[in-house]
């Protein structure tokens, strides 16, 4: 098992068009030292897919994660679309949902609460 | 998952402050699964390990408070969670490790800031509670001195009369500001010899603690017959001692302290102390290896000890 290097984004492009019907702006997302993950801006959505770091990872494992902590109450993003191995792209996929906001390392809005208060 | 420490839990596993998204001062979700595993029934390891990186300021102590004001939420084992930061941080740093030239390796940027979060948790006050609790003995050395300033002037134990360098100053000072930042030193002790009282002046200084004078925290004593005139009189008896394993071989006396008559002075001293959470003991390097058998302690190095 080795890990794999980046598809070409066209191939995500393809694949992200047939789950959703509309052709997606794709970026790559650099945050993340392991996973592979593609933004999806398509309309006024946004959706991350995210690729298995080898040929050999099944996602499937962590959509039913995901969904199980979405049933527990965790706020966690839903599962779009999940492929246990893709022959184009040579992995596993899974497209999930958009968490709103920003994440705790780079929000700087003044907003948060003080510890203490 | 039963573990020696009880049943694991699955959790997050790579759970830190990017992982934690918000809008408007609210929690909105968390992602990233990928690293998802058993582990110890609190998984913020990670996180404590990671605090401060990427956010504006660090945020465990908040994460702790969040925590504590859930009813329902068992206490959390604080010790448990530092223990858990610094195995995660070994096992990153062991990976690196095998990937570069160890010769440079502490030249290179990832591995420094692999190391950095470690060498920061293992000098708080956490990672010292973590290893075991309170009573903590930092040994540490006197700042620099030059032994060879007064060839022949004195014998023995007057040679203990030569003071700091202006280098030796600075290391003082700088190891000052290093334990003013701990906040965990509530104590100082120190060997009667000129450099370990003014060493330990400086600290007292900027500390705000008074220091007490401990006779047998003073030097190995390279020759019990008290006729030693220089420094290269005291490097031959050291090398000797090396050579011997720190102790005097059978059937053969020698005239330099044997190690453990070094430790059974000092740990006599330690137990006095043993009440207090972090005491600081400036101290000699002879002594620190004759402690820990970490040899050659830089000036103003400074070594953890646990008495007993």
């Known amino acids: 098992m080795s890990r794999c290097s980046d598809v070409r984004s066209e191939a ?30 398509c309309d006024d959505r946004v959706a991350h897919l995210r690729l298995g770091e080898t040929d050999e990872e099944n996602l499937t494992t962590d959509a039913l994660l995901l969904e199980r902590s979405g049933q527990l109450g965790v706020s966690v993003p839903e599962v779009i679309d999940v492929d246990p191995f893709h022959e184009r792209l040579g992995r596993s996929v899974l ?11 780079r929000c700087d809005d003044g907003s948060w609460p003080v510890a203490g208060t | 998952m039963p573990t020696s420490m009880g049943v694991a839990d699955l959790a997050h596993g790579d759970f830190d402050c990017t992982h934690i998204f918000e809008a408007n001062g609210s929690y909105t979700g968390l992602i990233d699964f990928g690293e998802i595993r058993g582990t110890e029934p609190f998984d913020l390891g990670h996180f404590l390990l990671h605090d401060g990186e990427t956010a504006r300021w660090p945020l465990f102590d908040d994460l702790l408070a969040g925590y504590a004001s859930v009813d329902s939420a068992p206490t959390l084992d604080v ?35 692999r190391v950095e979060p470690l060498d920061h948790l293992l000098h708080s006050k956490s990672g010292s509670v973590a290893l075991g609790g309170f009573g903590v003995f930092l040994l540490m050395r006197h700042g620099s001195v030059d032994y060879d300033a007064q060839p022949g002037r004195f014998r023995g134990h007057g040679i203990d009369l030569l003071p700091l360098t202006p280098t030796g100053v600075v290391e003082a000072e700088d190891l000052a500001v290093l334990l003013a930042k701990r906040g965990d030193v509530d104590a100082i002790i120190s060997s009667p010899m ?24 003073h030097e190995w004593v390279p020759d019990l017959s008290q006729q030693w005139t220089d420094g290269e009189a005291t490097r031959n008896a050291y090398d000797e001692l090396r050579a011997c394993g720190g102790e005097w071989p059978p059937g053969g006396e020698r005239l330099w302290e044997p190690h453990s008559a070094v430790r059974r002075r000092v740990e006599r001293v330690l137990q006095r102390y043993a009440e207090f959470e972090t005491v600081a003991v400036v101290c000699h390097s002879g002594v620190i290896e004759a402690m820990t058998g970490i040899p050659h302690t830089k000036p103003c190095g400074l070594v953890p000890y646990r008495h007993g």
């Open chain 1, 12 to 41: 995500v492009v393809a694949y992200a068009t047939g789950v959703s019907g509309v052709v997606p702006e794709v970026s790559r997302t650099l945050e993340g030292v392991s996973s592979v993950v593609y933004r999806l801006d």
């Open chain 2, 194 to 217: 000129t450099r370990s009282l003014q060493t330990a002046m400086i600290l007292s200084w900027r500390l705000q603690l008074r220091v007490q004078v401990e006779l047998d925290l």
């Open chain 1, 95 to 105: 497209i999930m949902t958009e968490v709103a906001g920003l994440d705790l390392g």
């Open chain 2, 79 to 113: 010790a448990a969670i530092v223990r858990s930061a610094l195995q995660l941080g070994t096992c990153q740093l062991a990976r690196w490790m095998n990937r570069v030239d160890p010769t440079t390796a502490a030249t290179i940027p990832i591995i420094q800031t």
